[in-house]
């Protein structure tokens, strides 16, 4: 299992911008698809977006409606999470996950996914 570094996440009023990121310490990160999940408290984790390893397909939640945006810079080994017009019913812990082998789809589906970032924690103030 890999350690994944997250950041980016923090207090914003509704209707602004927060832009997470999440590095993988890996070799052939361009290989490897990526996806973030959110839970918020006493709720289960959800999907949020996903990216393939081709950068080709990017599934999204229905609750993100055109708001956020995923994206991949291989070059620094990290994939991007641009949230914007955030409303309060997006806060939550978000994590960035990775699948658990190279060449593999993303996915809806947690088990999909054989490591995790630690969370980072985003608020949106109403």
């Known amino acids: 299992q890999i350690q994944l570094i997250e950041s980016g996440g923090g207090l914003v009023q509704a209707g602004g911008s927060l832009r997470l990121s999440c590095a993988a310490p890996?070799?052939?990160?361009?290989?490897?698809?990526m996806a973030w999940f959110r839970q918020a408290p006493g709720r289960e984790r959800e999907f949020v977006a996903g990216?393939?390893?081709?950068?080709?397909?990017?599934p999204y939640a229905d609750f993100v409606e055109g708001r956020f945006t995923i994206s991949k810079n291989n070059a620094k080994n990290t994939v991007y999470l641009q949230m914007d017009s955030l409303k309060p019913d997006d806060t939550a812990v978000y994590y960035c996950?990775?699948?658990?082998?190279?060449?593999?789809?993303?996915?809806?589906?947690?088990?999909?996914?054989?490591?995790w970032g630690q969370g980072t924690q985003v608020t949106v103030s109403p």
């Open positions: 996950a990775l699948t658990k082998g190279e060449l593999q789809p993303t996915s809806t589906s947690e088990g999909d996914f054989g490591s």
């Open positions: 990216i393939s390893w081709r950068d080709i397909d990017t």
């Open positions: 890996i070799r052939l990160f361009s290989l490897y698809s």
